[in-house]
């Protein structure tokens, strides 16, 4: 694929609309004479981060100037505007992702709505191993997974009621983390929310 910034312009387009239906997250543009930069807001609907709105900046152009080294071509440059306490994701705001898609893994195929469940997924499922931009949260991932493997071997089955609620139990100090974090974004969200028309009405 070979673009000029043209043709960009009008790719970039199509794609947008393609996911400004979409109810589970909103992309807006970042300022008004700038269509590169945008802010992506999305909710969690569960897992350890459920009811938490998060923003992220997403930087079409990574810092090039050459059109065929742009989104779709390569990989955006994301970041988190708000906290995140995660092991994949740099402990602050404007915090770098850990994720193989926006790296090695990137294929000028995807969408913004791949982006997006890419870094959903993410989030439900930290990582106890391997990398981490996190090392608190790493730490205490892995030893909250550790207390449920151990207590998880006397259980009959891997699945069902008492399995969910042995998880829940062991992982609640990690969970407790994540939303003590989640308590310094007020006001961050407080100043995008108004942006967002999908998310007006949460709180």
């Not at 008004?32 to 945008?38: E, L, R, T, V």
């Not at 459920?50 to 990989?75: A, C, M, R, V, Y």
């Amino acid at each position: 694929m070979s673009i000029n910034a043209d043709r960009w312009n009008g790719i970039i387009a199509k794609k947008l609309s393609k996911v400004e239906n979409d109810p589970s997250f909103q992309i807006i543009q970042e300022t008004p004479d700038d269509n590169s930069k945008y802010l992506l807001m999305f909710k969690l609907d569960g897992g350890h981060y459920k009811d938490q709105l998060h923003i992220l900046t997403i930087d079409l152009k990574n810092g090039e100037s050459n059109p065929n080294k742009w989104f779709p071509i390569k990989p955006p440059k994301v970041h988190t505007l708000t906290l995140i306490f995660h092991t994949n994701i740099a402990p602050k705001q404007d915090g770098w992702i850990c994720l193989d898609i926006l790296n090695d893994k990137w294929s000028p195929m995807n969408n913004f709505d791949t982006l997006v469940q890419n870094i959903i997924l993410l989030l439900d499922d930290p990582s106890p191993s391997g990398h981490h931009l996190n090392a608190e949260a790493a730490k205490l991932q892995q030893s909250c997974q550790h207390e449920f493997n151990k207590q998880s071997k006397n259980l009959p089955q891997q699945f069902g009621q008492e399995y969910d609620e042995l998880y829940n139990k062991c992982f609640k100090p990690f969970d407790e983390k994540c939303a003590e974090n989640y308590k310094k974004n007020r006001g961050i969200i407080k100043k995008y929310l108004p942006l967002f028309s999908k998310f007006n009405d949460s709180t």
